[in-house]
């Protein structure tokens, strides 16, 4: 509403063709059995419109803040390798208007239907359409558009794969916008996970490992873990500026685990 | 409101002829009487108003998301063969400001004012005036516009069918948006009609056909199906990605019966 | 507010002199003695009004939505042989904001305050200042103004009688819009009212009659029928359209009596 | 916010000097002792401001609907012979926006500053902020600029007296509007008082008054008359076309007091 | 907001050197020895900013309509003699729009950063945000403009003594507007206080005061007076008017402490 | 919204180099172990940004108001002596429409990803985004735009550490402001910590500071003092203008550590 005075439309900051790189930056770590189905019902959804069965085909991945998301949507895109795959981002949309947010959309849209195969991820749904829990808020107008746009079937022979995350699943069913197909991402669960993540970063000796799992059991009990591989990958970082770095590891991490809920968490 | 710059009215996407096929594009299957009997009281507002008896009707097909409405609306609209039929949706909107959108609409009805025998199908009318459950929102503006179109009375000799569809009738109840008829479209219920689908489909055996409605049968047990025919259609076609055809199609099947109340359901 | 941009202030739709007398196109069936009632007091109030004793009355039509209210002011309203007569209804400020709309009604007023004998017909006028139950929304700025002409004394020797109508007199009530006179129209409430619109027609023999009587009795029974004359003309459209004439208008009738207190009801 | 666009900040209807006059064309008829000791007050008012003991005075009549608040301002105000008197109505604003009544009422304000000895009426004040009880809403901006004139001390030499009417005292206390006086104007309470104004009016014999005030007592009881004095003359009017004038009165009355509480009512 | 279109920034109502004066006009009686702890106070604060030992110190008076407060802030104020005294009231402020009066403030303190000693006296705080009980309304931008600029420190060598008043401590609370020092400013509570009062007007002989004081004890019993200063003196002015002017005294000041609570009070 | 018509960008009030200096002119007083904490987690996470181990990290310290954030925000930020360091204060802000601080902050933004290494303090960011907790009401396109902004990686070899400020941590929670770290910055809550501050100024002898100790003490018993270090400095301010320092000082402390809870407190 706000920004009408603004006279372009194209993105503050640009749309680089690395964001799909980057958005997986910090790899994919197969912690759990979870990933691999994930990635496995991407390649299916990916075949399903390739081969032209559904034209059109939106799929969710919802799951706490930082539980890899976007890295596996992304992933899932590059893996395709359709000629056209757009990420979408809200922080691509800062400085727009309502009314350029809603051109920008379509521009995608209409950009993807020139082209034979296409991905869209777009990222952090809820966000694209201002969705704030005060009050709540959100763009009736983008939320609209939004929802035209995802559900118009595209020309024939256009087929198109949609992969939009969330960490607002709720919020979506309370906005009607509706998705063929939902996958869950999950956070990291069990100590065991949290061992194949410490590992594979080659950070921890195999006696770290057992001592940084003791601990943290120690202290959740059987409650299990539940924190992002995100937040996971940043105590380790943390960790690093200390000598004692597994302490620190297990310091940072169980402060993460007891704010979860809280600000930091799902 | 905030489209206000938009200089422009025409629609984003074009309405298309095709349209009106396209949403009939995956058949009408007569799985259930009910569909006949849509079908017929159909025709029957069809001949009401192409005799003049009645120069101004109102319909509404009322169901569950994903039920089947706009292709039987669709499918009545061009049973009719009236000179003039418009399919209007949402998404012919998008990028429309309130002033365009009752433009838009506005020169619908003076099109059809024009021309001796008209329908005018009314796509997911309470999204044609921005309806959000969240808040509530919707257009005041676009909502009044079209109230009053709908209830002006045509000029002599122009009598004109409307077929609105909808899956918030509570929703019209509340903004007193009147119907003169209306119409309720079911979901698949019973496994006698899924059967009917699976087998219309040429996808599966009668032996397939028993199995895939045993195993359903097993898991929803006395509580009836209760899923649109659409998503049925479509857990077809991810079934078809997989060796194992039946046993996939219950898999999704499945998880659609049970999301249904949530997020991918009516 | 939204048509803000809008440069012209006609109306989109023509005011025709046809519109009072489509209005009254079903024609006035005295099915009860209240009809005869409120026509007679309206032709009171006329004479109050002509008479020059008080120069400016306010009326107020109110009952159930399909009761007749807009025929029967149409009537009193042609009944006058006033020279200035004018039915302000919603449809005709379709595509107006807000300043529009209220110079459309200003125009109205001062019109009418150069004729010698004036009467308007305020057509549903909750709508004309565009409230909608879901909020409640409405237009404060043309509801001031509303009040405003209203309230203000017209010119000597220029008498003015407002006939509104309304089925919703509690919202006029919470707006505070006052009349210094109330009528209220009943819906159809009697077997026998109901008969002697069916006779009326001239579309049902006595027999006919009776047996319709006698169904539609035992599927009410003491509760009284409660259905809007206007659905009772629609219900015998939609039966003429049959061979069962009688069995059909009892059908649908029975529906739309089932359904009031719902959608289609007052 | 609405009008915005409008250029011109003249009110669409002239505010005519006979408005002051026309206010109290019904004559105020000393019905009851309150009525006099309004007058009194309202005396003692003027006669505080106009020797300057009180530069700035503010008096608030209010009273229900229709119990004559306005004439009796009019009356004080008339009576006063200060070289300035102003009528200010929400009539006159109609047709202007936000920035033009601001604009209007602070000329009414700087142009009694020019005049030794001032008056303003400000009727229903409620109205001049576009007050509504739904939501409720008013215009925050007139109401600020109008509380900034109200407790804006005059120019040396100018005294100014300041009659506000209201039917919404609590409204009032609400939008932290003060006043350093107020008069109550109550409603025409008891039969006495109707005997009154039935006698003033030279329609009545002495016999029709009685048996109207006991037919009145017969169905009202002990609960008193509780009807505006502007109601029971337009009651009398009515009667007037009747032959049966008493009758006729008595009857309209009672639906008038039956009403009230209602929409006619205070 | 509405106020948009205005193009000049400078106030409908000149910001005399007087204001400050006549906002004392009407003396300070030293009734009870709270009014000297305020004054005594205020001179603290004056000397604690102009030895430079605080250069930005914001003070609070609150307390009920008609206390005193805006008396006693103008009396500490032009007692500092500072170089640069400036009251800013709401109705200085009528006819400006959001920027205009986010401009007005600015300029208000801009002026301040250049005079060596500089005290603001910020009359009715809570109006200066345009603040309505109804709703809540008020003007975030205003208010946001407000806070920064009350809390940003002045340039070295100017420091700035902020008094502000209130009749709405609560409200500010809730807008977390900060003062770093408060005041209260209480109502005359006491008949001695009353009785000092009438003594220093020199309006009555001792017998009065007795009588008087007598009187209202005998009315009020042991509750004490509660009404402000501001209304005494009112009701000292309406009894002059009145040969009894002890009698009418009392009468009009006993009226406005029954109705304090209500509209007339704090 | 309102300041729309603003034409120029740049601040009111100049970003001036000695912002960051000022902040921290009270000096730190390290009153207590916390401090320290404070300061060596701030150390360590600027090591962690400028050794590249984690390219973009964002630290909020919350606490009661005055408890001395923002002094702790600009210590560390000027102890890291990166190359671009920005103090983002509210008041920088004042003047500005909600577009004009959109590009504000995304200048802030791109200008650091320019620079090698980066530090910006986000003061009261939850005043940056217009929050006020009546309504609430709060800016959603700023906050969408520094939402953002705060997640949006730098360009490689451009490590940002941001560096937040709040007194309403819950409201940050609900507004979905996520942080990667957070560090609480509490009150002054023992009596040795006043003592440490009350000797650190040199004002009080040591039996001075007994003295004032035990009076606390005996005032606030068991509770702890509970009050902000910025309030305990103001306290000592307002003691130097009274002959009884120490007893003022217990006076004024007193007074703030009873308001706490209330307007002058956290
Ligand atoms: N198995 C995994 N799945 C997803 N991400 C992984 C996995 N292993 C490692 N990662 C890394 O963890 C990070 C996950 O962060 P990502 O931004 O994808 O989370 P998110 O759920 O999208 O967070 P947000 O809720 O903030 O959007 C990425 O850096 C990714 O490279
Ligand atoms: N008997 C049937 N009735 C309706 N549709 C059928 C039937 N048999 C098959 N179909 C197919 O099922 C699909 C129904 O989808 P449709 O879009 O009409 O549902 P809908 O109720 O309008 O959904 P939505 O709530 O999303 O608007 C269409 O592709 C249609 O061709
Ligand atoms: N006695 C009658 N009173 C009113 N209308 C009658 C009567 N007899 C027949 N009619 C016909 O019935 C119809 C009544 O419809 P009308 O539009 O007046 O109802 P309404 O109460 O104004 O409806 P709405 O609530 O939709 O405004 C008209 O076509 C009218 O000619
Ligand atoms: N004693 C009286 N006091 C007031 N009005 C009287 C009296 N006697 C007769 N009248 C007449 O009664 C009418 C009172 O109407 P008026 O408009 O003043 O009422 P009101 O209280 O202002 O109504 P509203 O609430 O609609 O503003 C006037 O026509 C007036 O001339
Ligand atoms: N001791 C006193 N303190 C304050 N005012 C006094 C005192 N004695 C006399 N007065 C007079 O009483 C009046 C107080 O009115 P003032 O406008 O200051 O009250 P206020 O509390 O600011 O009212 P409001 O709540 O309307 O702003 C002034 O005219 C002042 O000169
Ligand atoms: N240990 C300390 N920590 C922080 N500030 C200190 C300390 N010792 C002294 N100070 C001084 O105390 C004051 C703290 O005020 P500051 O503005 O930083 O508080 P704040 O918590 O940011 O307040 P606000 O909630 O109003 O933003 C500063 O003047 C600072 O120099
Ligand atoms: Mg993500
Ligand atoms: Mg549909
Ligand atoms: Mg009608
Ligand atoms: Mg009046
Ligand atoms: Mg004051
Ligand atoms: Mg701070």
């Not at 051109?103 to 195969?117: E, W």
Request: hydrophobic share 40%; proline share 5%; glycine share 10%.
């Amino acid at each position: 509403d706000f920004l009408r005075a603004l006279e372009e439309v194209h993105p503050l900051f640009g749309v680089s063709e690395e964001d799909l790189e980057r958005a997986v930056e910090g790899g994919i770590i197969h912690f759990s059995p979870h990933i691999d189905k994930i990635l496995k019902n991407g390649r299916d959804f990916v075949n399903q419109v390739k081969t032209g069965t559904t034209p059109l085909l939106s799929v969710l991945l919802h799951g706490p803040h930082g539980s890899g998301k976007t890295a596996l949507a992304a992933k899932i895109a590059m893996e395709s390798q359709f000629p056209f795959i757009r990420l979408v981002r809200p922080v691509d949309m800062v400085g727009m208007n309502e009314i350029q947010k809603i051109q920008h959309l379509s521009k995608i849209f209409t950009d993807a239907y020139k082209s034979p195969l296409n991905v869209l991820v777009l990222d952090n749904i809820e966000l694209l359409v201002d969705w704030v829990p005060v009050g709540p808020r959100f763009s009736s107008a983008v939320l609209a558009a939004l929802k035209g746009l995802m559900e118009n079937k595209p020309p024939k022979g256009r087929p198109l794969l949609i992969i939009a995350t969330t960490s607002e699943r709720t919020v979506l069913q309370q906005l009607q916008m509706y998705f063929k197909m939902q996958i869950p991402v999950p956070n990291v669960q069990t100590q065991a996970e949290l061992g194949v993540i410490m590992r594979d970063s080659g950070l921890f000796s195999d006696s770290d490992v057992q001592r940084a799992i003791g601990e943290i059991e120690e202290s959740v009990g059987g409650r299990g873990v539940g924190v992002g591989v995100q937040q996971v990958l940043l105590c380790m970082q943390t960790a690093m500026q200390d000598q004692d770095r597994t302490g620190r590891f297990v310091e940072v991490l169980g402060e993460a685990i007891a704010d979860n809920g809280g600000m930091g968490g799902g």
